[in-house]
């Protein structure tokens, strides 16, 4: 069918919504309540047009199409009153930054949000670079409240893990609801209380793990005004990189959209708003790369103890201990978490440079440990994996890993490896598809990845052709841009919907150990269950 909007003749579909039909087409038109996942309730009352024909202001987000109609978005009255209707969400909002006629000059000298325990206008906003309603304001022209705003005083809630809520910015707008209830069938934040003591919250103010969050993200993702906040992110600014990969966590293999800033990744989201993340997805990934003990310097024994050393002499080091290894008393352990690449690198320096059969995969990242065969005296090992027994009847030890470990600590030869958002190559999913993991951030410290390692490696041992030969193999696999992200879904993942069902692990090492929010969910999970099960008797 065909509609006018703003004296411009479109295509409309039968049982879209006027706002629908206009952005389809770029025509915008200001909301605040409305997302394109969710069904439309018209509460913020901020995509008001005329109709002609019809009485009122209808709001665009819940007036569907009809054949001929003719809409106007911005005629005076339809202007008038959607400043009216912005001013009264104003009044018991922080909007001191956002009528002050000192703000351009602000915003120029001071570009940066200020860190505070509690958000009094746009300079201490979290939100302060992406707040929709900030640009309505600026679009409406508001200069001015017709009476002074009231500030609600409420406490900012930093106690829950991952997640921040500050009641203070809320607009009320539902969207925070409704997307709990599309990704998981009913809302753990909901909007309680009427009128003036009307707040997003949980059922008895209970903390988000026990009533049964799984930590998504979503409505983080979907609120307009920074009033649901990213702990770890919230004082980032604009992000200088925006890179779209693969989780590289687990197996459900999940599209992620990964903002950074510098060398420092700070916030991963869906790239498919319509499926829900794991906590992992979501808000792992950036704490983890960020521990402060990571493996950042190649490192050898000297004397009785440890010392940080070149790359050229770690790897020197690695040779003279490896050239002595060759054949069955050679083992290397690694697990599934790597690239393609990089445990196609593994094997092939194990099986054709060391020429051992002691390649030993770890498939179940959730029990990392392995009893190393008999009369293996040398190993290499990519992580948390052996245990103190085979630990102590090894010759010698060389680690190639991300964090220290019991492994790390006893070894001859550290070497720093990059892992999850700083490599790039591929991972098989769960269904036996390869999905691009590409890089967002340069490796912590001296880091390298895994196939770079063993490339050199295998350079420091004597043959720097066949070094080469597998370097320029691999780079052509990981450039291969054949394999695609998975951008939609039929159903959620498994961990996305059951905190209990996500990996704890990563290269052996507990992720929670890292990532300490981790047993905070997991405790208040378990204690949710066995108070089910309690009530079920």
């Known amino acids: 069918m065909t509609i006018t909007i703003n004296d411009r003749s479109v295509e409309a579909k039968a049982g879209e919504s006027v706002l629908e039909a206009a952005l389809r087409h770029d025509i915008d038109i200001p ?24 009485p009122g202001l209808p709001t665009a987000c819940t007036t569907p199409v009809t054949e001929g109609m003719v809409v106007h978005t911005d005629s005076p009255a339809v202007r008038d009153r959607r400043r009216e209707n912005l001013e ?23 570009p940066e949000k200020e860190k505070t325990g509690r958000t009094t206008g746009c300079q201490n906003c979290p939100n302060k670079h992406d707040c929709e309603v900030q640009r309505l304001t600026l679009e409406l022209g508001i200069t001015d409240l017709p009476v002074g705003s009231f500030y609600r005083e409420d406490e900012t809630e930093h106690n829950d893990p991952f997640i921040e809520n500050d009641p203070n910015l809320c607009i009320l707008c539902g969207r925070c609801e409704q997307i709990c209830t599309y990704h998981h069938g009913s809302p753990v934040v909901v909007l309680t209380g009427r009128g003036p003591d009307a707040r997003v919250s949980q059922a008895f103010d209970m903390p988000l793990g026990a009533a049964g969050c799984t930590f998504c993200g979503a409505c983080v993702d979907l609120c307009p005004t920074g009033s649901l906040s990213d702990r770890f992110a919230k004082w980032y600014g604009i992000p200088d990189g925006i890179t779209r990969t693969t989780c590289p966590f687990c197996e459900a293999a999940c599209a992620l959209e990964v903002k950074s800033e510098g060398p420092r990744v700070f916030s991963t989201t869906a790239i498919d708003q319509t499926k829900p993340l794991c906590v992992l997805g979501r808000f792992a990934s950036a704490p983890f790369l960020a521990g ?39 083992a290397l352990v690694c697990d599934r978490s ?15 440079v060391m020429d051992s059969p002691h390649y030993l995969e770890i498939v179940d990242g959730e029990d990392p440990c392995l009893e190393l065969p008999r009369g293996v005296r040398t190993a290499l090992v990519t992580g948390d994996f052996l245990s103190e027994a085979d630990r102590g009847g090894l010759d010698a030890l060389i680690t190639l890993d991300c964090y220290p470990s019991p492994a790390s600590e006893e070894a001859a030869v550290v070497l720093p490896a990059a892992v999850l958002l700083e490599v790039s190559g ?12 590409r890089q967002a951030i340069r490796p912590a410290g001296q880091a390298r990845q895994d196939y770079a390692i063993v490339c050199d490696l295998i350079a420091a041992l004597g043959q720097a052709g066949r070094a080469e030969e597998l370097r320029s193999e691999l780079e052509t696999l990981i450039a291969d841009e054949g394999a695609g ?49 309690r009530c079920s008797e």
């Open 31 to 54: 909301h605040l309540c409305y997302h394109p996942i969710l069904p439309a309730i018209g509460a913020c009352r901020m995509c008001l047009v005329e109709i002609e024909g019809v």
């Open 485 to 533: 992200l998975i951008l939609e879904r039929e159903a959620a993942p498994a961990p996305a919907l059951a905190v209990e069902k996500i990996r704890t692990r990563y290269r052996g090492h507990r992720i929670a150990d890292r990532v300490p929010e981790l047993d905070e969910i997991r405790g208040e999970t378990l204690a949710v269950h066995e108070e089910v099960a």
């Open 88 to 110: 009264l969400i104003l009044l018991e909002h922080p909007s001191s930054c956002l009528v002050c006629y000192k703000r351009e000059a602000c915003q120029a000298f001071r």
């Open 338 to 352: 790597g690239t393609l690449e990089d445990r196609r690198a593994l094997r092939t320096f194990t099986e054709e």
């Open 426 to 437: 591929h991972l098989v999913d769960e269904n036996g598809a390869e999905r691009p993991v």
């Open 292 to 330: 402060r003990d990571r493996l950042r310097n190649p490192a050898i024994v000297i004397g009785e103890r440890q010392r940080d050393v070149t790359w050229e002499a770690a790897l020197a080091e690695a040779a003279k201990i490896l050239d002595d290894a060759r054949g069955a008393s050679f």
